[in-house]
């Protein structure tokens, strides 16, 4: 993930240069649209970025993807996720914990809609 960030993205070199460690230097995080739909890739963690304040996720984007966690960024206000996107599994969940600044999820039409699982701070959704 970190690598294809680097060449395929890029609005990611507007805040980084490479070679860094992302987890200390990335500040805001834009996946841009049609983005990781590699039917291999299942898993989107992003946890542990220090400086991370926003996430930004395009139009259909990680459609293979069933299991999605943001935890453990002290300075993430904001996630947002535009149409479609992690819509092509028949079931998964979604995760935001521990991020203490976190203040707006934004979710546009039909994103996760196949998921039986929301989690927000110990707060869990279920259909």
């Known amino acids: 993930f970190f690598q294809f960030m680097l060449e395929n993205n890029e609005t990611l070199y507007n805040y980084v240069s490479y070679p860094c460690d ?9 996946i841009g649209q049609y983005s990781m739909n590699d039917k291999q890739f299942t ?13 930004e ?4 984007s990680f459609a293979f993807v069933s299991q999605v966690e943001f935890t453990n ?7 947002q996720i535009a149409d479609n996107c992690f819509c092509g599994v028949k079931s998964g969940s979604f995760s935001i914990q521990h ?21 927000i701070d110990g707060r869990t959704l279920q259909p």
Not at 22 to 30: A, G, N, P, T, V
Request: aromatic share 6%.
């Open 22 to 30: 992302l987890s200390s230097e990335l500040e805001i995080l834009k």
């Open 73 to 79: 960024n002290p300075n993430l206000k904001s996630i």
């Open 43 to 55: 898993r989107l963690r992003i946890d542990q970025f220090s400086k991370l304040t926003a996430i």
């Open 99 to 119: 991020n203490a600044t976190f203040e707006s999820l934004v979710i546009g039409h039909r994103v996760a809609s196949k998921f039986n699982r929301l989690e």
């Open 57 to 60: 996720i395009g139009i259909r």
